[in-house]
């Protein structure tokens, strides 16, 4: 079984033995607005946490998009490119837009459960 975790900055991670796909929120998706672009990281680029992983636009702002995880790009959803809108219809299932080999699983430790992130939404 897969488990989630979420950043204060609304991305989150869904952890599969040692690998991570990462996207942003259904939160984050809908305060964007219609997604127009979606810039990926390249497969073989090594992240940290909380620095940027790629970067996403939509109608209304463009935003810097932060891993949740440190460790390597091992695949990016290429279906992103072209349909930059899958973010809007399925932010925490089909619009992953990286997935990325763990470097220190204990860094997951700095992230929120999901019902920590639901309580920490409902303080905004």
């Known amino acids: 079984m897969a488990d989630y975790f979420f950043s204060k900055e609304h991305e989150w991670v869904r952890v599969e033995g040692s690998k991570g796909k990462v996207g942003i929120s259904d939160h984050a998706a809908h305060e964007l607005g219609d997604v127009t672009f979606v810039e990926l990281p390249k497969v073989g680029a090594r992240v940290k946490q909380f620095e940027i992983l790629g970067s996403i636009e939509s109608v209304k702002a463009a935003s810097d998009i932060f891993a949740p995880v440190s460790g ?19 932010a925490e299932e089909g619009a992953w837009m990286a997935e990325i080999e763990l470097s220190d699983p ?13 309580d920490f939404l409902k303080t905004l």
Do not use: H, I, R
């Not at 390597?72 to 959803?77: F, K, S």
């Not at 204990?106 to 639901?118: A, F, G, H, P, R």
């Open 72 to 90: 390597a790009v091992v695949a990016v959803n290429t279906a992103l490119e072209t349909t930059p809108e899958l973010v809007n219809e399925s």
């Open 106 to 118: 204990s860094e997951l430790q700095n992230l929120m459960t999901k019902s920590q992130y639901d």
